[in-house]
């Protein structure tokens, strides 16, 4: 079983539509939780970042984490096709040997 | 200010050769990761640097390694080109001064193995 886990789409939204994009994980080590955007053919982006449980809300954006659950979302409210991208979800614990994970990505298509 | 530049954008090799891949972080920041992102695979950590010294690695065969100069670049050398190695070498920074959840990525190197 891998330590994270995200379904890699590609999942298509009409523009306006509310996206929900999710990962999980097995390690209850994990303590911050971020998403990158990864548009193609360019490095991934810092989109937010989480610590422990609970929401984050930036913009359109909203990062939710339930670490009872081992299960992370990020929703993007009023898409847009610029939002058009991968999305990878990633995750670290606090302390200790380095180990930052990384979920393999889901490409999502907002359709104009 | 400058993001953190890679080099080659692309490189083509065969098997058996030696691959360098170079980064430039961000002026000011001291550390610098190193990433494969094959397809299917996400990405993998590979190797963290900072203030010279190698802090960690990720489970890669010792034929994967690097260095990071005085100026803070870096360089990622794999030895013994196999082509599973064939996939996008993504590097990144972080500063001391900003949280080390925040990775700043540069667009990658396209390593082909042939």
């Known amino acids: 079983q891998k330590e994270v886990e995200q379904d890699p789409g590609p999942l298509s939204v009409p523009e306006g539509a509310i996206v929900s994009l999710n990962c999980t994980y097995s390690?209850?080590?994990?303590?911050?939780f971020m998403w990158y955007r990864q548009y193609s053919r360019k490095g991934p982006e810092l989109l937010m970042y989480t610590y422990s449980s609970g929401n984050k809300e930036d913009g359109r954006f909203t990062a939710q984490v339930d670490k009872s659950s081992k299960y992370i979302s990020l929703f993007i409210r009023d898409s847009q096709p610029s939002d058009s991208a991968t999305y990878l979800c990633?995750?670290?614990?606090?302390?200790?040997?380095?180990?930052?994970?990384f979920g393999t990505g889901t490409r999502l298509k907002v359709l104009a | 200010e400058a993001g953190v530049t890679q080099s080659p954008t692309h490189l083509i090799k065969t098997r058996g050769q030696q691959a360098t891949l170079r980064c430039s972080p961000i002026?000011?920041?001291?550390?610098v990761y190193w990433y494969q992102q094959a397809l299917g695979l996400g990405l993998q950590f590979l190797l963290w640097?900072?203030?010279?010294?190698?802090?960690n690695r990720g489970n890669f065969p010792p034929r994967f390694s690097g260095r990071q100069f005085p100026n803070y670049s870096s360089e990622l050398n794999v030895n013994a080109l196999e082509l599973e190695d064939s996939a996008l070498y993504l590097c990144?920074?972080?500063?001391?001064?900003?949280?080390?959840?925040?990775?700043?990525f540069g667009p990658g190197t396209r390593l082909t193995v042939l």
């Open positions: 640097y900072d203030e010279g010294e190698e802090r």
């Open positions: 390690n209850s080590a994990f303590q911050y």
């Open positions: 002026s000011g920041h001291t550390s």
């Open positions: 990144a920074s972080s500063s001391i001064w900003t949280s080390d959840n925040e990775q700043f």
């Open positions: 990633a995750m670290r614990q606090t302390s200790g040997t380095y180990k930052y994970i």
